[in-house]
Structures are given as C-alpha cells and as structure tokens.
C-alpha cells in the first residue's frame, strides 16, 4: 500500500518557555508532569492544529486515523509497562542518546531525560503533537527536575492536576540536550543523517505500540536499522495482537526475523488485560 509520506522537519525550542506552557492544564502521573489532553482537544483549534488532526479525531471518534493522525494524543497503555519496565530491569540511562520513537506525550524520553541521558530526541508523525503535547511536557519536567519518579504503584494515586501552569524557572540545561523532531519515520531518517549538524546513532531507542499497523513495519524496521548504534538497544512495548488493524508482537517479530538483521527477545510479558510485551531488538 502506499503510505502518505509526511515531510520531516526539527522543531525549535522557544526561547520563552512561559509562552510553551500557556493555557496548558497540567495533571501529573508516577510523578511526571503532563498535559492534560481533554483541555488540548477543547482549545487546539485553529493555526495551533494546522493539521486538523484534533477537530478529525474529535469528529470521527478515532484515536487513529492512518497517515493523518497516528495517535499522539493518547497516552496508551504500554508506555507505563515501559516505564515500570526501566525501573524493574534497572535500565541506565546516564551518558546515554536516546530516541523516544512515535514519542506522542513524550513519557519514556523524558524518564530518560531524568535518568541522565546525555541526548533525548523526541519524534511523532503530527507536528501538532510535538508543539501541543511533547514539547511542553518537556519543559514541565525539567522545570520541575528536583522530584524523583515513583514506582508504578502510585499511579492512581496521582495528584489532582495543578491549574495554574508553572513559571518556567528551572533547568534549560536539561532542555539543551533534547531535540524535537516530526514526520514520517523515513523522512526523520533522512533528516537527521543528511543533516550538517552533527549526529552520532542512538545507543537506546524506545518506542511504545508503534506496531499496530502492519503496512508501517518496513519503514520502521528500516529507521531502527539506520538510526541505532551498532551495540545499541531498542526497548519495544506492544499489545500483543492490535484487533482491527491486524498487527502484533507475533507478526513484528516474523518480519524481524525474515529481514536478519536484528535479534529480538521478549524480555517482559504482562497477563492483566489485554496481552502485553516487551521486546528488546539488538542487532545480530
């Protein structure tokens, strides 16, 4: 099938860090700031959504609509498997490059961030994403960098959300090591491999149910085999079947397998509800 090819471009930090957090209503979860997206959806309208993707995603009841919008305004379920996952295996972040891959809010790149990666970059397919969500859930958290991240245990127990967006005071230092970026995987590679600023490969690429489509996998596959270090790692979280749009963790890892580039194994499962992994790709 052809895939719409959405262009890759970088989006650049604004200098103000006060203007990325107006109007945003922040709730928080495991002790990370996020937006709130039902608030997103009611006031992203007009030149703020130049992609339509919320008053399309709002109209058609969809939280995907292929090649339009790729889900980013969600927070599925697999990021926190994730995340308990880095504290469960220890996972060490510091020194590290790290792409959050199909970021969306942003989550996993910013527990990164906090472990002390040396570089976080952050890519979603809709640009509306990376300026709306991603990015100011960035500055939240590294304004509010002091607060240690808790255990999986007190997510429900999340604080009430705070309505009065904080003054941006704290850290850019944390800011300077991250880099925002959106379109279509292939053309991301691109970008960041044909780019004059310099770019070494990622020694940690996290990606969180970004395999539900199974007409994506080729250009996924073929972004991690361009963009990961030699000895780097990509932590991979998936249901394991996607009902109604036909992948799976089962179908990812065949297609691995046939292209022989890559090594997988299935280093957490998780029974509660819907069947869920976690898949670590090396290469072979």
Request: hydrophobic content about 35%; aromatic content about 8%.
């Amino acid at each position: 099938k052809k895939l719409c090819v959405r262009a890759a471009k970088e989006h650049s930090i604004p200098k103000d860090l006060n203007k990325v957090l107006e109007n945003k209503v922040m709730e928080t979860v495991l002790d990370l700031s996020y937006v709130k997206l039902s608030v997103v959806e009611r006031t992203c309208l007009g030149e703020a959504d130049s992609e339509g993707i919320v008053s399309k995603s709002v109209s058609s009841h969809s939280d995907l609509i292929p090649g339009v919008y790729e889900g980013g305004l969600k927070i599925w379920e697999c990021t926190f498997d994730l995340m308990d996952y880095f504290a469960e295996a220890e996972i060490e972040f510091t020194n590290k490059t790290v792409l959050d891959l199909g970021c969306g809010a942003g989550l996993l790149g910013i527990v990164a961030l906090r472990g002390k990666a040396d570089r976080v970059h952050f890519q979603d397919y809709n640009s509306t994403v990376i300026d709306e969500i991603t990015l100011p859930n960035v500055v939240a958290n590294c304004i509010g960098e002091g607060r240690r991240m808790g255990s999986g245990k007190d997510r429900k127990g999340s604080k009430p959300p705070s309505k009065r967006p904080r003054k941006a005071e704290g850290s850019p230092d944390m800011l300077n090591r991250c880099r925002f970026f959106s379109g279509e995987w292939s053309q991301v590679s691109q970008l960041l491999l044909s780019s004059s600023k310099p770019f070494s490969k990622y020694d940690i690429i996290l990606t969180s149910e970004t395999i539900y489509n199974p007409d994506y996998y080729s250009a996924l596959h073929d972004t991690l085999a361009q963009l990961l270090d030699k000895h780097g790692r990509v932590y991979l979280a998936s249901k394991v079947h996607y009902f109604g749009v036909g992948g799976g963790i089962c179908l990812f890892e065949k297609f691995i397998e046939e292209k022989n580039v890559f090594r997988t194994s299935m280093v957490k499962t998780i029974d509660q509800g819907l069947q869920r992994c976690i898949m670590e790709i090396v290469f072979k």
